[in-house]
């Protein structure tokens, strides 16, 4: 075995005996269309009936998050799956982002940070806040 090599389990080792400060944390909110003028009411998505779910660790254990951060941006889409605009509530930071467009998801990359917006079959959105690796996530 490599010298080096001896160093490299016991870092993994530690890692996975640590996992809420070897990941990223994640907060997810969903929104659901109320009339066909575009208007979303935030729906419980969390453990308990809690508003947002947080996740953490390697593992992602959720736990609930019961507050939802002030939103700066009122962004509407276009819902690819029922056709109708819907107006979600966004906390985006300061800067210009990425936007990475998929079939389902809109992604607003700002490098270590992102925000999804993830369009659901059911009408739906789901807003998450990644804050990226061996970072906490902080609304401003």
Known sequence: MLPHARL??????????????AAAEVVRFRFAPVDMCGTAAQVPIGPG??????????GFLPQ???TMPRPNQMVTF??????????VPLT?????????HRSNRIVYNYGSYTVQALFLP???????YNSG????LQFE
């Open 8 to 21: 490299v389990v016991p870092a993994l080792l530690l890692c996975c005996a640590v996992p809420g400060r």
């Open 49 to 58: 009936g809690a508003l947002g779910e947080r996740l953490i660790g390697l």
């Open 64 to 66: 609930p998050y019961a």
């Open 78 to 87: 276009r819902h690819p799956y029922s056709g109708q605009n819907i107006t």
């Open 92 to 100: 985006l930071p300061a800067g210009t982002p990425r936007l990475e």
């Open 122 to 128: 059911d009408g739906s959105v789901e807003v998450t």
């Open 133 to 136: 690796f061996l970072r906490p």
